[in-house]
């Protein structure tokens, strides 16, 4: 566990602070489309002539400059900014935890306000720093309902969708914690280069299934891959789904980033039991949704994630059956040595049979890069991911069980 203050690499002297509240008592302007900041401006009493000026000027405070208090708006007049903090919130997620990995992988617990008559949830988001890029994995929901068979996160029931708000700030508090934002001494109008930024690339494949919160992760997405904002290129965006069908034709229409599919088996029977949303939509069905991707081609291949599990889907029989059910498909193939996870029954693969598996997909035309763990020292790695505090709670009820078990013993 690190110190907060240590793990900032941000300027402190230069960097705008960083505010986080915990409570939800106004709403936010973040993760609003430029249609809804404006409609909500208009209701606290901006004329309509003013409108599309002051929305550009939020627009680019929030997502150019990242600031998160009204009072670094510094070109907004005194008046609007009193009138946006009294009416308004663009606070960060409280930080509950934040661990770094031998690796440099770091992971952040995050905990966002009540929502409602709801309590307050958290989530965990993870950054993974690479040679020449940086990737943010994010989550859309607050555990899972897939309840796949080999994921720590699918243990975890489902407790809500994250907002777009919620899904966008942990980009923007990645952003904050990596010194990735424009300091104080950058001028107003200028857009800081998309070249450098630690926080490169950006996936969907936290906890949750995006595509059971289609329209907030599209909300989401839509701003963080806009050109005057955050502007990640949408080829750098990557969604995946365990295949819902009916969203994947809608992302590729609506959306329009990169798709993975979290595929596992090449079998019905032994995907229904991996992956149990293949009940309800087999491989015949998730593949032509698939094929029908928009612009596909060798630069815009589909990612399928196959997870290696000893003597369950590692076979070389596997493999050929995968590059049959592929074939016409642009495709690569991401082969994930499986993380363990207390608990689980699973076991990884041997490395050679790994190896071999790969050298088929190879030898058969297909990429198949075999993933290096990371950060699985900290529970950071693919399908480990699972709220802390939802953990503690669980070791705290064995804790308090355990002990009333031995009460009773002692007073029979």
């Not at 550009?56 to 907004?76: A, I, K, P």
């Not at 596992?264 to 593949?287: C, G, S, T, W």
């Not at 994930?336 to 699973?346: D, K, L, Q, R, S």
């Not at 049979?353 to 050298?359: K, L, M, N």
Request: proline letters at 5%; charged letters at 25%.
């Amino acid at each position: 566990m690190a110190s907060m203050d240590f793990l900032n690499t941000a300027d402190p002297a230069k960097a705008p602070a960083v505010r986080t509240v915990p409570a939800a008592e106004k709403p936010t302007l973040i993760g609003l489309s430029r249609e809804d900041m404006g409609r909500a401006l208009v209701e606290k009493g901006v004329a309509e002539r003013q409108v599309k000026m002051r929305v550009s000027q939020l627009w680019h405070w929030l997502y150019v400059r990242g600031v998160s208090d009204f009072d670094d708006m510094t070109n907004v007049s005194k008046d609007m900014r009193e009138m946006l903090k009294k009416h308004f919130t663009i606070a960060r997620p409280e930080i509950v935890d934040e661990q770094i990995s031998n690796d440099g992988t770091r992971k952040w617990l995050l905990r966002f306000p009540a929502r409602g008559a709801g309590r307050p949830v958290e989530i965990e988001t993870v950054y993974i720093p690479e040679e020449g890029r940086g990737t943010l994995c994010i989550s859309s929901q607050v555990g899972c309902t897939l309840t796949c068979s080999f994921c720590h996160t699918g243990t975890q029931k489902l407790v809500r969708n994250l907002t777009a708000e919620e899904i966008l700030s942990q980009l923007l508090l990645a952003r904050d914690r990596l010194g990735d934002f424009p300091d104080r001494d950058t001028p107003a109008g200028m857009i800081a280069p998309a070249e450098g930024r630690k926080v490169s690339n950006i996936v969907m494949m936290g906890m949750g299934e995006p595509l059971y919160n289609f329209e907030s992760v599209k909300t989401a997405l839509l701003i963080a891959t806009d050109g005057d904002g955050l502007s990640l290129s949408k080829r750098r965006v990557t969604l995946s789904t365990s295949g819902i069908v009916p969203e994947i034709y809608r992302t590729g229409s609506e959306i329009g980033v990169m798709l993975a599919i979290s595929l596992h088996a090449v079998r019905d029977e032994l995907r229904d039991m991996l992956v149990p949303i293949n009940k309800k939509y087999p491989l015949k069905e998730l593949l032509e949704a698939c094929r029908a991707y928009p612009s596909l081609s060798n630069a815009r291949r589909i990612t399928f994630e196959y997870v290696m599990l000893k003597d369950v889907n590692d076979s070389l029989e596997d493999a050929k059956l995968l590059t049959q059910l592929l074939k016409g498909i642009p495709a690569k193939i991401n082969l994930i040595p499986f993380n363990p996870w207390p608990g689980t029954n699973y076991q990884c693969s041997d490395w050679e049979q790994i190896e071999r598996f790969a050298d088929f997909i190879n030898q058969a035309g297909y990429a198949s890069p075999i993933r290096t763990p990371r950060g699985r020292d900290i529970l950071a790695a693919c399908g480990q991911l699972k709220s802390e505090s939802e953990r503690m709670r669980k070791v705290e009820r064995m804790a308090f069980e355990a002990m009333m078990i031995v009460g009773h013993g002692e007073d029979d």
